[in-house]
Structures are given as structure tokens and as C-alpha cells.
């Protein structure tokens, strides 16, 4: 009797302690994934990235499909100047492959450094923008900005490509080898409409630059 009960202790007490391993191991992994956030309740990937005027020397016109780049990071380089958002500091390709993955979501990674006239594959996923007042899907906005733009978001994930261009891109208007999303609706080679575009639906919806906003992104 007395060795029956020692025993369910035990098996308690076991129970107990791998429930708070995973939680810490939970919590470090959250921390190292900052300022990401991995919402795994609701099934989704959320950061913040603020809004600016993108400069091209295509022009500012959405029919100028000469800026592909929809949202980069800081370290993005010469890509800085084309896009209408920039994430917040600390939000790079890695950690937001990771975050996505963390989600059970799986990267494409079929598009080579090299490669032209390709179609980016992996898991389809949704982008929205919270503006704090609503969230919208990204295919409106851009649609919004440009009537007649396709959209076909997945999760391609290519970290060690872009970490040979260094071109900081998180989501890109086309299968560009270099990002983490990637708008499948166009090829490689393709001019992807994204920039100017964007900018014009956030327009719209009444974001302004400078404004800060909300990034998440879900399995579709």
C-alpha cells in the first residue's frame, strides 16, 4: 500500500517538473524570438513595423512595378528606400522563420540565389495589418492601392539566401530567392508590385506615415 502511493507520488512529482521544464523551455525560446510575438493559442505571428513614403527611382506610381520589397528590416540596405514598412528593431529573417516554424508552419526553400523564372512554394499563409482600430488582409491593401494586383502569399523562408544578399527582406512582392514570404503570383523575374502600392491602400485606409502598425501572419 505504502509503495503503491510512493510511487503515484512520484509519477506526481515527474509530472509536475517536466510541465515546468517546458514552460521555461517555452519561455526562453519566446525570449529569443524577441520582439516577436508567437501567439500558438491563436495561431499566429504578430510584430510591429511603422509606415514611410516609399522613394524608387521608378517613381512613385503603382503601375511602376520596380519595387518588389513590401516590408524589410533596418539592415536592409539600398531595399530601404523602395518599401512603405519597416519592422521594428530585432525583427529578422531568422527569428520570424522560426516563429513560423514554431507554428508548424513549413518553408518552401526552393528558389536558389541564382535562379530566375521561378515559383515560390511552402505553406499558404494570411497577412494581416492591425492599424488599431481594424485588421485588415494585406491582399486588400494592396489591391486597394492597385486594382488589378494578384496575391499568393506563402511561406518560402529562404534565411540562408538572403543572408548572402543582405537585403533584410521579410516580405517580398514577388517569388523573390532573398525573403521570408514571398508573393507567388509572380515569378522570379517578374517586377512585383508592391511598394508604391502598398503605400497608396494603406493610404487608404486611412494610415498615415510614421504610423506604427501591426504585422501578423496565420496559416491560410
Known amino acids: 500500500m505504502y509503495c503503491r502511493i510512493i510511487c503515484i507520488a512520484t509519477v506526481c512529482l515527474l509530472t509536475m517538473a517536466e510541465g515546468i521544464f517546458m514552460n521555461v523551455y517555452s519561455q526562453q525560446v519566446e525570449s529569443t524570438l524577441a520582439p516577436l510575438i508567437v501567439d500558438e493559442k491563436a495561431k499566429e505571428v504578430r510584430f510591429s513595423a511603422t509606415m514611410k513614403k516609399p522613394e524608387h527611382p521608378a517613381g512613385y506610381e503603382p503601375t511602376k512595378l520596380a519595387a518588389p520589397n513590401a516590408l524589410v528590416n533596418e539592415e536592409s540596405g539600398t531595399a530601404l528606400v523602395a518599401v512603405a514598412l519597416v519592422a521594428e528593431k530585432g525583427v529578422t529573417a531568422e527569428k520570424l522563420t522560426k516563429a513560423l516554424e514554431k507554428l508548424g508552419l513549413k518553408a518552401g526553400q526552393n528558389i536558389a540565389l541564382d535562379e530566375l523564372n521561378k515559383t515560390a512554394i511552402g505553406d499558404p499563409v494570411n497577412i494581416y495589418i492591425d492599424t488599431g482600430s481594424k485588421r485588415i488582409l494585406f491582399d486588400d ?77 496565420s496559416r491560410r
Open 141 to 217: 491593401i494592396l489591391k486597394e492601392g492597385f486594382p488589378s494586383a494578384k496575391t499568393n502569399f506563402v511561406f518560402l523562408g529562404n534565411v540562408q539566401v538572403q543572408q548572402r544578399m543582405r537585403c533584410g527582406c521579410l516580405i517580398c512582392g514577388r517569388s523573390g530567392p532573398g525573403t521570408v514570404l514571398a508573393n507567388a503570383a509572380y515569378k522570379t523575374g517578374e517586377p512585383g508590385l508592391i511598394g508604391p502600392a502598398l503605400h497608396a491602400g494603406l493610404l487608404k485606409m486611412g494610415v498615415k506615415d510614421k504610423d506604427k502598425v501591426t504585422i501578423i501572419i
